[in-house]
């Protein structure tokens, strides 16, 4: 089994442990994993599980482009945290080919957690004129 597979389930079956587990899963992504295995976590029912997906997704930097159409149902999800990535996501992935998820991203200055507010802010404010 690919070890980012094996990675994936330990964080499905133990979610109360993600830290160490989550960075080995960002490695082995940075090895050259697939990094589509990554929607087993960006589709979970435990919020702790997609925050963390959607963390890993951001570290990928440009390497987590493929994941881009994932972002328009986490820009909208209940967990602040993901929320709060997605935007990262939005800031490196997206450009003038994806409007819907850039109006997503920036309508969350409004969003109701501080933290979300900022980083949609901050979105903006490294925002090209296009």
Known sequence: MDRALGLIEQILANPSDLGGVANELLSEYYRGSDVSSLRKLLHSEDDRIVDC???????????????????????GHPSKGVRFWAIECVQEWAGTSNPEELALAVSLVSDSDKAVRWKAMGLLATASRG
Do not use: D, N
């Not at 390497?63 to 881009?68: A, N, S, V």
């Open 53 to 75: 997906g959607t963390w890993i997704a951001c570290e990928l930097a440009e390497m987590g482009k493929p994941l881009l159409p994932e972002l328009r149902r986490l820009l």
